[in-house]
């Protein structure tokens, strides 16, 4: 700290809230104390790399809060022209877009490096790239003779990108209700006991689209899409099911949901007897990175007193906040939201799949640049803790969407998240061990171990169809290429343990839901 030049950083932040947002949401900053001079100071000495607490966005304008769609992108691409900033392969990002979306927020756009764009995580994070979707395909849009025919090109590969991966449409529940009819539940899942999730009517949309996004099914609307509108269904439900404790908000992104859409779901739980098994009430969301400033208008302040209600009748808030890179929690709006969500009573925790030129790199040879990538969530961890924010987890990317593209082999997944671990104190690590959905659960890889001169993988359920497998440790056989733990082979030869009762169980799934739906 002593050779580090100082900032004025009662300067900075007189600067960069007005810019970057509106006039009250700068007096929600000051008059709240929202940001210590100090903390900023030192959060841009130790990371500069990824700060933007001194970044002067006012040189790169962006006319719109939101660019969303083709015409959205192609207006973002002529501001970024008439900045001097030309973008290659457009035919190319605008198949990508027609097969999955676009959206991007004012607000993200900022946080990116305009100077450096092609290798900044947030770019690679909310832009289409070149090499995303195969070559054929893009050759075969690229050569069509007219809008139709490229649209009809999108739509027809878009029906094969595996949208609802891990068979994820076997979770959804059901109950008898008091007139002794069947319910299905279709905006829920409850493949785990203690968690439900819901997908609320409200919460269908994001604010800006990951390229990598694992639920592009949901967000791009498909026919099978989850879509809860029945509240009260939810509750009826949970009191058959004590089991569960902890309710989770998703989507799409929770921060759409409204204080009175919320309050439905969540008022019984402080109130009514029959739901006291109910003790956290979790939003999964992206709001801190992609428009932080929504907590900061006071159009937000009675979701906040929703919160901190909840929290006085012994419930608990947790923001399941997805950050990928350090980069996204070094500026003034982020800070300042994530400080008033927990004036409010809220937990934060943060999460987030291991994405290829997001948070784990490789030379253009294809060999894993393992310093570069776990010093990103090293750091990214040590801010966590600096803004404390628990460090829930890092996941593998799922098998859905472009996931050829976007994922790491597992053990390269592996060498990272075992430096990062070593490397971090135990107070700043994740909560488990790097892990991969399939259908029969979450599998952690918990490291690697060599029997008669054969390296395997040793692995772990953390969560799983049938709880009791957590209990049992299994091997597979180490594997330097795949990217997929359904293609890893058991050690000992045969089926893994689970592989009898798994099939069992999701016929079983498969049949109720075809007879009730």
Known sequence: ?????????????????????????????????????????????LYPASSRLTQKSHLFFFAEEQYAGLSGFRQLVNELNEQGITLDSIAERELFIQVYRFRVTGHLLKQI??????????FHLVFPQPGMINEQVVAKYIGASS???????????????????????????WFTNAQGEVEVLPGSQHKYPQVQLIFDKQTQHCFSFCTYCFRHGQVCQDHEMLVQEDVAQIHEYLRKHTEVSDLLITGGDAGY???????????????????????????????????????????????????????????????????????ELLNASTIAAIR??????????????????VNIFFDEEGNLLADESAKSWIDMAKIFGT??????????????????????????????????????????????????TISAGK?????????????????????????????QVFLAEYDETTSRIDQLKPFFGGDFFYCDELKTIETELAENLDKYI
């Open 340 to 357: 008033r969500l927990q004036k409010h009573g809220v937990t934060l925790r943060g999460q987030s799949p291991m994405i290829r030129n």
């Open 443 to 471: 599998v952690s890889m918990i490291g690697t171990v060599e029997i008669n001169g054969r390296k395997a993988f040793a692995l772990k359920f953390t969560e799983a169809r049938n709880m009791k497998w957590i209990d």
């Open 147 to 173: 809008a139709l025919e490229r649209t009809s090109i999108a739509q027809f590969y878009s029906e094969h990108t595996n949208a609802h991966g891990s068979k994820q449409l076997l979770n959804k529940p």
């Open 1 to 45: 700290m002593e050779n580090t030049p100082e900032t004025d950083f009662s300067e900075t932040i007189e600067l960069l809230a007005p810019q970057d947002v509106s006039n009250q949401t700068s007096e929600t900053i000051r008059r709240e104390e929202l940001l210590s001079e100090k903390m900023l100071l030192r959060l841009h000495s």
């Open 387 to 436: 803004l404390q924010v628990g460090f829930h987890s890092v996941y593998c990317a799922r098998q859905t969407g472009e996931f050829s593209y976007f994922s790491a082999p597992l053990s390269d997944v592996h060498r990272v998240f075992e430096q990062v671990y070593r490397e971090l104190p135990s107070v700043n690590r994740p909560s488990r061990h790097v892990s991969m």
């Open 257 to 327: 949901i409204t204080k009175d859409r919320l309050a439905q779901y969540v008022r019984p739980l402080k109130d009514d007897p029959s739901l006291k098994h109910i003790r956290t009430v979790r939003l999964g969301s992206r709001l801190l990175t992609f428009q932080p400033e929504k907590i900061l208008n006071h159009r937000y302040d009675e979701m906040l007193e929703l919160f901190a209600d909840l929290q006085r009748n012994g419930l608990t808030v947790m923001w399941m906040a997805h950050f990928s890179t350090p980069n």
């Open 113 to 122: 490096d305009w100077n450096s764009y092609a290798k900044d995580p947030l």
